[in-house]
């Protein structure tokens, strides 16, 4: 995958064809500093997914310390409050 990197005025200039046959990733510069990335919606669209991911993995390593509740006492302690959940214990039992 071959690197494109353009200034902002080029890519102006060519934007229409430069999106209808965008490959790779294409970098926009101004004054020779880049400022933009162009890639393609699904690649975009995968990063995305990818962060997500990352951003639940995280999450669940920050709490792996964390004291949990079992499903089963969670429920008796609901009941016990008047917050009955018989969807969900019948499915647990």
């Not at 080029?10 to 400022?35: C, D, I, K, N, W």
């Not at 995968?46 to 639940?56: G, W």
């Not at 949990?68 to 008047?82: C, I, K, S, V």
Request: aromatic fraction near 8%; glycine fraction near 6%.
């Amino acid at each position: 995958m071959a690197t494109t990197i353009m200034n902002v005025t080029e890519a102006r200039q060519h934007f229409t064809e430069l999106v209808r046959e965008l490959v790779s990733p294409v970098y926009v510069t101004v004054y020779g500093t880049p400022q933009a990335v162009i890639v393609q919606y699904a690649t975009y669209e995968a990063l995305l997914e990818k962060v997500e991911d990352l951003e639940d993995t995280l999450a669940l390593y920050q709490r792996a310390g964390e004291e949990r509740t079992p499903l089963e006492a969670y429920l008796a302690e609901r009941e016990g409050q008047g917050r009955y959940v018989p969807a969900l214990s019948a499915a647990i039992g």
